[in-house]
């Protein structure tokens, strides 16, 4: 009796590892916002927003040729700045920071800001695009009991996402960025996700360290030039 009860429980904690792989979770997530087939059918994307940063409208526009540019654009208090990335190159203007001139990104800069060319999602195909993702188990967040996953980029950075169990959304992620020549946890959550006429499930608000951001719209596969992520 007790072998057949010792067979039985690790039946069943097998089942319970099983449900609960990283390639399961990250198949439903998928899944919830839209599918793999209609994401990989995203071929540029355009997001325009407002943050709102210590009582200050920040306009943000985020505009991405997967796999070629990322190109952000933020005006405020009058003057309009930028940061733009490609395979090759790199520039960060800000004006509103004291800078006078657009300055190249670094090597090690550029290296780090390679997975902003993804417009698709770390998660779709993730082991094609060279990263690995684990499931390190469950953490509360806000009082829901969210799958964690651990994602390691092919750069090297490594980012954690919480996935709500109910929708299989993720509303949360933790990262190390650098800032300054100092290193700190940048924690984002997500909400109001709607599905676009494309099929896709996208988050229009995050709540950023410093502030608010609410999307007002969000357009895919419009057509973009290769010439528009140059300084």
């Not at 920040?58 to 309009?80: E, P």
């Not at 006429?197 to 995050?206: D, R």
């Amino acid at each position: 009796m007790k072998r057949l009860l010792l067979s039985l429980l690790v039946l069943a904690s097998g089942f319970t590892v099983k449900a609960q792989t990283a390639d399961e979770v990250i198949a439903k997530h998928i899944a919830a916002i839209g599918g793999v087939d209609n994401w990989k059918k995203v071929n540029s994307m355009k997001m325009e927003g407002i943050l709102q940063v210590q009582g200050a409208e920040v306009n943000v526009t985020v505009t991405i040729l997967h796999g070629k540019g990322m190109r952000q654009d933020i005006s405020v208090m009058g003057m309009t700045g930028y940061e733009i990335v490609t395979p090759t190159e790199g520039w960060d203007f800000m004006p509103f920071q004291g800078q006078t001139e657009p300055e190249a990104k670094t090597p090690e800069e550029l290296a780090e800001a390679q997975d902003q060319l993804d417009a698709q999602g770390e998660l779709i195909d993730y082991a094609a695009k060279g990263h690995k993702v684990e499931l390190v188990g469950k953490e509360d967040v806000e009082g829901t009991e969210c799958f964690k996953l651990k994602v390691t980029k092919k750069g090297g950075s490594v980012s954690t996402l919480f996935i709500d169990p109910k929708n299989f959304y993720i509303i949360q992620s933790k990262s190390v960025q650098k800032a300054n020549g100092q290193e700190m946890e940048v924690t984002t959550s997500f909400s109001n996700y709607e599905k676009l006429p494309e099929g896709i499930v996208v988050a229009k608000s995050m709540t950023l360290p410093f502030g608010e951001m609410n999307m007002t719209k969000v357009s895919v596969n419009i057509p973009v030039e290769e010439s528009f992520f140059k300084k």
